[in-house]
């Protein structure tokens, strides 16, 4: 049987990927902040007695750590990591006050993604050679190139990317399959703030059901949905100049504090 530990699930993206794969009949270690939320979507899934919650900050390495060991503890082993918390708010350097904001995005979106995925690396590689073990880390297409007023989300997504592409190299050897997922629109909680056009919107468990896809295949990078596949590679290859007009005028996240 499958086991999967999820960071940020107990609402959008997280807890869709939660849904479906306790429809495949996997066990679940589900991370978020709020405990209330966790108990509500445990009870909500397929076979919810074979869940496990642990309601912390993923910025709190030690608890995260915590919750890492106890998952290998009762299963054993471990077949899917995905670190999937992140905070998505507008940021402009201008501001004094967005630093402390850029440092929780960075320590929620990269940071934390690291500390997600190293208590789980010993116990994949010792078990790589008999059954699939994936670390998947969930960036953005945000992290292909910069946003204007989205410096932190964009810098901290963009630092995903080749944070999974070095890992991936790293661990190639060991059978460990290290996945990027760049979700484009979705229609989540953290998306449905946003005031301006979202070409390509995808319904979230649309979007679940092509990454677990992806996480199964192995693939070391997956754009979804498609058609934002050929923006993203449009994006990496537009010479400076003609991005920056592009993106002048383009609308920007407000800023939040966080």
Not at 122 to 148: D, F, Y
Request: proline content about 4%.
């Amino acid at each position: 049987m499958t086991t999967v530990f999820i960071t940020g699930a107990s609402s959008g993206i997280g807890a869709a990927l939660a849904a479906a794969y306790a429809k495949q009949g996997a066990k679940l270690g589900l991370v978020a902040r709020r405990s209330d939320l966790l108990t509500q979507l445990r009870l909500s899934l397929d076979n919810p007695e074979l869940h496990s919650v642990y309601a912390l900050d993923v910025t709190d390495h030690v608890a995260l750590s915590a919750a890492a060991a106890n998952f290998i503890d009762l299963h054993g082993v471990v077949n899917i990591v995905i670190a999937n918390a992140g905070i998505s708010v507008g940021t402009l350097t201008e501001y004094t006050e967005d630093l402390a904001v850029f440092e929780r995005v960075i320590q929620t979106n990269l940071v934390a993604t690291v500390a997600s995925f190293g208590p789980f690396i010993e116990n994949m590689k010792q078990h790589a050679s008999t059954q699939s073990c994936r670390l998947v880390g969930i960036a953005s297409v945000a992290g292909i190139r910069g946003l204007p007023g989205a410096e932190a989300y964009s810098a901290s997504k963009a630092a995903v990317i080749s944070y999974c592409e070095s890992l991936r190299v790293g661990l190639a050897a060991s059978g460990i399959r290290v996945v990027t997922i760049i979700p484009g629109y979705i229609d989540t909680p953290m998306t449905r703030v946003n005031t301006y056009a979202m070409p390509f919107l995808m319904p979230v468990e649309k979007f679940s059901a092509g990454a677990i896809k992806a996480i199964a295949a192995g693939k070391s990078y997956q754009v979804i949905p498609w058609q934002m596949a050929g923006v993203a590679k449009l994006l990496r290859i537009l010479p400076n100049w003609l991005y920056d007009y592009i993106f002048l005028n383009a609308p920007q996240k407000s800023r939040t504090k966080i």
